[in-house]
């Protein structure tokens, strides 16, 4: 439980997961962080709990419309889902993260990057987080700036609100 999902369906089929993320891309630079880190949870459930298969696209598009509701996004449906899900934008992009994960030497998850570069495993000790982190503090601000906003496409307006902002977007921010 201590990465957020209860159980692991061992029974699900493997999907490819391009287009799903790639409409997280998409959800993120359009909608903000907040919303689309909460519906990559909401995923993590649908796919790892759940044992659906992020290549049903229609079904995959009508869940994501209907956590979006959940969340404030009236804009999306699934029509319009689905047909992001059948196109390729956001393809490049996401090769692109893909070819810098590879330069880190990441090859699986979960990982963490901090300052672009220290890479921690997902199951490191809270010591090794909390030693990096003080060491951060000490120096009073950040060595660099986040990697993927660039190559994702991502604002620095939308990286600076962050993700544990409020998961309501007002009609104004978009």
């Known amino acids: 439980m201590d990465a957020g999902i209860p159980h692991f369906n061992l029974d699900r089929l493997a999907s490819n997961t391009m287009a799903s993320h790639r409409l997280i891309q998409m959800l993120g630079k359009k909608?903000?962080?907040a919303v689309s880190e909460a519906i990559y949870d909401h995923l993590n459930v649908?796919?790892?709990v759940?044992?659906?298969a992020l290549n049903d696209k229609p079904r995959l598009a009508q869940?994501?419309?209907d956590k979006l509701l959940q969340h404030g996004v009236k804009e999306?449906?699934?029509d319009t889902i689905?047909?992001?899900l059948n196109g390729t934008e956001g393809r490049d992009e996401i090769m692109n993260a893909i070819q810098m994960l590879q330069q880190l030497g990441i090859?699986?998850?979960p990982k963490f990057i901090?300052?672009?570069q220290t890479v921690v495993d997902g199951a490191a000790k809270s010591e090794t987080f909390v030693n990096i982190f003080r060491e951060i503090e000490l120096r009073g601000n950040s060595m660099n700036k986040p990697i993927f906003g660039d190559i994702l496409g991502v604002s620095e307006e939308i990286v600076a609100r962050g993700s544990h902002s409020s998961l309501l977007v007002n009609d104004d921010e978009r």
């Open 31 to 33: 909608y903000g962080l």
């Open 46 to 48: 649908y796919y790892f």
């Open 50 to 52: 759940d044992g659906h």
């Open 63 to 65: 869940y994501v419309a």
């Open 76 to 78: 999306e449906t699934p």
């Open 82 to 84: 689905l047909q992001f």
């Open 107 to 109: 090859h699986g998850i």
């Open 114 to 116: 901090i300052e672009g």
